[in-house]
C-alpha cells in the first residue's frame, strides 16, 4: 500500500493544475515532441503563391493609403508657403465628389459622406477659430507635432483592402490637418485646405479603392512629381527603392517568416494545454 502511494501520477501538458513535479521539471517524452514538431516546422511547405498576393495587395492598399496622406503636405506647402490659391482645385474635387455620390448606390457609403458632410460644415463654423489657433506657438513646434501625429495616423490605419476606416484614424487625420491649419493666412484658406484633406482621405476612399490602378497612377504622378520638383531627385530614389522593397520584397520575407517560423511556434504553444480547458 505505501509502495502504491508513492507512485506519482504521470506528468500532464496542462498549466493550470498542480501535479507531483517541481516547475523545472522536463518529461522526456515532451523533450522528443518539442523535436519532433522542429524538423516538422522546418520541413514545413511553403504558402501558396495566392498567400503571398494578397499579403502584397493589403500590403500595396496601405502604401497608396499612405501616398493618399501626403496630400495633406502637398495641399499645405502649396497653400502656405507658394500661396496658391486653393478654391479652383476645392471646387473641382467638390464636383467630383458630388458626381461620385448621385452614382453611388451604397447605403454604408451614402452614410459615411454624411458623416463627412457633417465634419466639413463643422469645420467651416470653426475656421475662424483654427485660424488664430496657436498663433502663439513657433512653428517648429507645430511642424514637430505634425509629424508625430502623422507618424500615429498612419499606424493607425488598416492594411486591409475591405476594412473601413477607423475613428482613431478619422480623428488623428483632423488633430493633423487642424495643426497645420493654424499656420494658414486666411479663413478662407482653412476652410479650403480643411475641406481638400477631408475630401482626399476621408470622402474619395468611400468611393474609389486608392489601390485601384488608375488612381494609384495620379497619385504616384503626384507625389513622386512633387518630391521631384520641391525636393531632389534623390529623395525620389529613397522614395522608390522603399516602395519596391516594401511591396515586392517584404510580402515574401513575412510569408517565408509565417512559413518556416511562426508556423512553428504557433505549433509548439498548443502543445502546452488543451484548446478548451475542462474545469471541474
Not at 478654391?87 to 448606390?105: E, F, N, Q, R, Y
Not at 508625430?148 to 483632423?174: G, H, K, Q, R
Not at 525620389?236 to 508556423?263: D, H, K, M, S
Request: overall charge positive; some cysteine; charged content about 15%.
Amino acid at each position: 500500500m505505501e509502495h502504491q502511494n508513492s507512485v506519482k501520477e504521470p506528468w500532464k501538458r496542462l498549466l493550470w493544475i498542480e501535479q507531483d513535479y517541481p516547475d523545472n521539471y522536463t518529461d522526456p517524452d515532451f523533450i522528443e515532441l518539442i523535436t519532433k514538431l522542429r524538423y516538422k516546422g522546418k520541413n514545413a511547405k511553403p504558402s501558396s503563391s495566392s498567400s503571398v498576393k494578397e499579403i502584397r495587395d493589403n500590403l500595396f492598399n496601405f502604401y497608396c493609403k499612405a501616398l493618399n496622406t501626403f496630400f495633406i503636405y502637398i495641399s499645405f506647402t502649396f497653400i502656405h508657403q507658394y500661396k496658391v490659391d486653393p478654391i479652383p482645385l476645392t471646387v473641382g474635387m467638390t464636383i467630383i465628389a458630388l458626381c461620385l455620390t448621385s452614382a453611388a448606390s451604397d447605403n454604408r457609403r451614402i452614410l459615411n459622406l454624411k458623416s463627412s458632410l457633417v465634419i466639413t460644415f463643422a469645420m467651416l463654423t470653426l475656421s475662424p477659430v483654427l485660424k488664430s489657433l496657436s498663433k502663439t506657438t513657433a512653428s517648429d513646434s507645430i511642424w514637430t507635432f505634425a509629424f508625430w501625429l502623422t507618424v500615429a495616423y498612419l499606424n493607425s490605419m488598416s492594411t486591409s483592402i475591405d476594412s473601413p476606416p477607423l475613428n482613431v484614424s478619422t480623428n488623428l487625420l483632423l488633430a493633423i490637418v487642424t495643426v497645420l491649419a493654424s499656420r494658414l493666412d486666411s479663413t478662407t484658406h482653412v476652410f479650403c485646405f480643411l475641406l481638400g484633406c477631408i475630401q482626399m482621405n476621408i470622402i474619395l476612399p468611400n468611393f474609389v479603392r486608392l489601390s485601384n490602378k488608375y488612381m494609384s497612377i495620379f497619385t504616384h504622378i503626384c507625389v513622386y512629381g512633387f518630391v521631384t520638383t520641391k525636393l531632389d531627385w534623390t529623395y525620389t530614389l529613397l522614395l522608390g527603392a522603399w516602395a519596391i522593397f516594401y511591396i515586392f520584397l517584404l510580402p515574401q520575407w513575412f510569408v517565408y517568416w509565417q512559413t518556416y517560423y511562426r508556423g512553428y511556434e504557433s505549433t509548439l504553444s498548443r502543445v502546452w494545454e488543451a484548446q478548451k480547458p475542462i474545469l471541474e
